[in-house]
């Protein structure tokens, strides 16, 4: 019994320590769209790294969103009127 109530508070420890409890940040996506190709691609813009201009640049072509589901309506939608190839 004292062994179950030792692991049972050792995980709620580790739980509350990992950030479960902490609200979640929003996250802001944008769609890029490459030169050469004319491939657009949804971005995280909360990565601390920017995407990698070789071969080719981008250009950021919308504004930010908050899901990534919004960005991808914005894509597909880019896609249908032939702004993007892919």
């Not at 004292?2 to 030792?6: G, H, S, Y």
């Not at 995980?11 to 580790?14: K, L």
């Given at each position: 019994m004292?062994?179950?109530?030792?692991i049972l508070s050792a995980?709620?420890?580790?739980a509350a320590t990992s950030g479960v409890t902490a609200p979640a940040q929003a996250a802001s996506y944008c769609v890029i769209r490459w030169e050469n190709?004319?491939?657009?691609?949804?971005?995280?813009?909360d990565l601390t790294h920017k995407p990698l201009e070789w071969p080719s640049h981008y250009k950021v072509v919308s504004k930010p969103f908050p899901t990534f589901s919004d960005?991808?309506?914005l894509q597909l939608k880019m896609r249908e009127?032939?702004?993007c190839t892919l």
């Open positions: 004292r062994r179950r109530i030792r995980v709620a420890g580790i190709t004319g491939i657009c691609q949804i971005w995280n813009e960005a991808m309506a009127q032939r702004s």
